[in-house]
């Protein structure tokens, strides 16, 4: 999918809208649902051209859609295992024939499962950790190549990387390991003036959060005041992304609604 939309004028408003990312092509994983189609709107709202990458290629589509609807100057979706190097590059490839080289790189797409260690097999743990820290990897190889202006990458972690439950070591360690991928990429981009951080969200309100039979079975207890919603971690993204978070650089930004404090 790949749709232009045409410049309109905006009607004159007495707080002027933000526009920070005009101009840019901004490149979202998972993009499709979720936190990934909060921020996939927050950038469109802003003026960025999209580029909308998901497992599901229909999640893709109408995540670029949508997009089209908030304001993005034009949008463009695949369907993308970002665990397959060879479709990483070729979807990249394509999308770059667009729009050129994304000008930032949210990696977004995640997978997590719920077994116990002893349950746990080979091929659970890399299924979980091609999808949560192989994808960050090749995205972030493909930009350190590419991006020949500079950049900006925002891995979206979790806070089961510092502080986690039963259940879930697949998917905390793969997101530990991500935190561990921002810093040394950050330290590596720095000659390409490349900056690459990462987010940490907590307990979000999506199938994800809802489904986890953790918390289904009450083992792991949700206070509804610390449940937040994808707009606000889009928010996150989408400063560090900005020319305002220019001296924010290997960090790790925790947003949780104050949840790890206690946990």
């Given at each position: ?13 007495p707080?002027p ?23 996939t ?113 925002v ?59 953790n ?49």
């Open positions: 999918m790949n749709q232009t939309l045409n410049s309109k004028d905006e009607p004159s408003s707080v809208s933000r526009r920070r990312f005009k101009g840019k092509t901004v490149l979202i994983t998972g993009g499709g649902k979720g936190i990934g189609l909060a921020t709107l927050k950038f469109a709202s802003e003026g960025a051209r999209v580029m909308v990458f998901d497992h599901k290629l229909e999640n893709a589509e109408k995540g670029a859609h949508t997009a089209l609807e908030a304001g993005a100057t034009a949008a463009y979706s695949a369907g993308v295992d970002v665990g397959d190097e060879d479709a990483v590059v070729a979807a990249l490839a394509r999308g770059a024939r667009e729009f050129g080289f994304p000008d930032v790189i949210v990696n977004n797409a995640g997978a997590m499962g719920s077994k116990s260690i002893t349950d746990l097999t080979v091929d659970d743990w890399l299924s979980t950790l091609r999808v949560d820290l192989l994808g960050a990897f090749l995205f972030t190889r493909e930009a350190f190549k590419q991006m020949q202006n500079g950049g900006v990458i891995n979206v972690a979790s806070i089961h990387a510092i502080e986690t439950t039963s259940n879930v070591a697949a998917y905390a360690a793969a997101k530990a390991a991500m935190l561990s991928l921002t810093r040394t990429a950050s330290i590596e981009g720095k000659d390409l003036n490349i900056r690459v951080n990462a987010v940490l969200p907590g307990a979000i309100d999506t199938p994800m959060l809802r489904e986890n039979p918390v289904k079975s009450g083992n792991e207890k949700i206070d509804e005041r610390e449940v937040g919603q994808t707009a606000d971690i889009a928010e996150v993204i989408a400063f560090l992304a900005s020319d305002e978070a220019r001296f924010v650089n290997g960090a790790s930004i925790v947003a949780d609604g104050g949840r790890i404090v206690r946990l």
